[in-house]
């Protein structure tokens, strides 16, 4: 008769049991693999390590997982989750009081516009650059 090592809890499998028929086998959950030494016991595996994360930019392991991440200025794709989008919209904020800067001189004015045409150039160049 055959006894079930896994219903008596006589295997010691760390994660998973399967019987058979005289013996057991125990497997892992996944983001674990069998130890080479201890069948019965499961190590984690660094998936940033070996490249099966194929994480754009950043890649943190992790016990049974690991997390794919961004560099400032990319956010993670909401559809893959290793991929990296660089983030289009940029919020330019700044305050002109009457007193700094007189918008009614039309030589102010054009000033102002020549430095916020510089500002987004050099945006882009640096958004350009982290590809
Ligand atoms: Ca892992």
Do not use: W
């Amino acid at each position: 008769m055959d006894i079930d090592e896994c219903a008596t809890n006589t295997s010691n499998c760390e994660q998973v049991c399967h019987n058979t028929i005289g013996s057991f086998t125990c497997s892992c959950l996944p983001g674990y693999r069998i130890n080479a030494t201890n069948t019965s016991r499961c190590d984690d595996i660094d998936e940033c390590a070996i490249n099966v994360a194929n994480c754009q930019q950043s890649c943190t392991n992790s016990v049974g997982s690991f997390t794919c991440s961004c560099l400032p200025g990319f956010s993670i794709n909401l559809t893959n989750p290793s991929v990296c989008d660089a983030q289009r919209k940029v919020i330019l904020r700044f305050t002109v009081v009457s007193e700094d800067v007189d918008l009614t001189n039309q030589q102010v004015r054009e000033k102002v516009l020549q430095n916020l045409q510089v500002l987004a150039r050099d945006k882009t160049a640096r958004t350009e650059r982290k590809r």
